[in-house]
T-cell receptor, first 115, second 110 residues
């Protein structure tokens, strides 16, 4: 079974621009979560989508948004980019069957550099 | 904030068992212990998780103390490819977000 895929893998943008990152979950997985990793703050949770609805949200400004499509694929968008948005953006998918615990599996990430 | 405490770094000789400790003294009855690792700049890789009992899979073993206040991840025969940052995470059931701490940087030495 193919793993989580993220596109693009690398991206360079300038301040003030916006960016859209894409995530395709493992086949059959219905939940997609996004995380940001920076050297200073480590790995931090952005948001989670299930059945096209945002179910959980981390402590990030409104410039960070996302959505999920009916096939469970997800996109996240960052508007008005700042230098501090330079990071590795990670997507994780899980089955979300509702019972017990639900293991998240990560993609390779998208490395965003803001100049 | 992360609910776990891990050593900042550890070394292990290649071929030997790597034992990575994790303290989670405030763990609740419905919280699981998860382990992930991250090899330089790649996405975190799921290793194993457990609730009360010890667990083993093809990658590692997880030993949880009887009072559940600490656990140990065991890589039975460490190789150079096991060099990574290992994260111990306490998480409730369902699909709650993963809260990552700083983890343990394991260096496997030839």
């Amino acid at each position: 079974k193919a793993g989580v895929t993220q596109t693009p893998r690398y991206l360079i943008k300038t301040r003030g621009q916006q960016v859209t990152l894409s995530c395709s979950p493992i086949s059959g997985h219905r939940s997609v979560s996004w995380y940001q990793q920076t050297p200073g703050q480590g790995l931090q949770f952005l948001f989670e989508y299930f059945s096209e609805t945002q179910r959980n949200k981390g402590n990030f400004p409104g410039r960070f948004s996302g959505r999920q499509f009916s096939n469970s694929r997800s996109e996240m968008n960052v508007s008005t980019l700042e230098l501090g948005d330079s990071a590795l953006y990670l997507c994780a998918s899980s089955l979300a069957q509702g019972a017990g615990t639900d293991t998240q599996y990560f993609g390779p990430g998208t490395r965003l550099t803001v100049l | 904030d992360a609910k776990t405490t891990q050593p900042t770094s550890m070394d292990c000789a290649e071929g030997r068992a790597a034992n990575l400790p994790c303290n989670h003294s405030t763990i609740s009855g419905n919280e699981y212990v998860y382990w992930y690792r991250q090899i330089h700049s790649q996405g975190p890789q799921y290793i194993i998780h457990g609730l009360k009992n010890n667990e083993t899979n093809e990658m590692a073993s997880l030993i949880i103390t009887e009072d559940r206040k600490s656990s140990t991840l065991i890589l039975p025969h460490a190789t150079l490819r096991d060099t990574a940052v290992y994260y111990c995470i306490v998480r409730t059931s369902g699909n709650t977000p993963l809260v990552f701490g700083k983890g343990t940087r394991l260096s496997v030495i030839a």
